[in-house]
Nanobody
Framework: QVQLLESGGGLVQPGGSLRLSCAASGNIFIINTMAWYREAPGKERDLVAS???????NYSDSVKGRFTISRDNAKNTIYLQMENLKREWTAVYYC???????????????WGQGAQMPVSA
């Protein structure tokens, strides 16, 4: 099992900045893509940004230019730097990691417990 621990969430004002971190621990083999998702109140969980082991990045259109995802493979940690935050981005932000399966082809997904990020004055 792989455990993911998010940190850095909390109340932030509109227009403000925040940095989330997600550290993986446990039975780590090879973690491939890691990502951030968010779940706004009453909505489905959506992809915000992802980053491969080789640091190829992908962003949802809504956050391009405002969010930056980065990764430290030595620490099995990813970060999400968020700038100029909007009220509608209030959500629980979840970390996701896909680890290469030792038993079958493909990856095994893991989820963190989520970090609350209310954006409010």
């Amino acid at each position: 099992q792989v455990q993911l621990l998010e940190s850095g969430g909390g109340l932030v004002q509109p227009g403000g900045s925040l940095r989330l971190s997600c550290a993986a621990s446990g039975n780590i083999f090879i973690i491939n893509t890691m990502a951030w998702y968010r779940e706004a109140p009453g909505k489905e969980r959506d992809l915000v940004a992802s980053i491969t082991r080789g640091s190829v990045k992908n962003y949802s259109d809504s956050v391009k230019g405002r969010f930056t995802i980065s990764r430290d493979n030595a620490k099995n940690t990813i970060y999400l730097q968020m700038e100029n935050l909007k009220r509608e981005w209030t959500a629980v932000y979840y970390c996701n990691a896909r680890q290469l399966s030792r038993a079958t082809p493909g990856d095994v997904p893991y989820w963190g417990q989520g970090a609350q990020m209310p954006v409010s004055a």
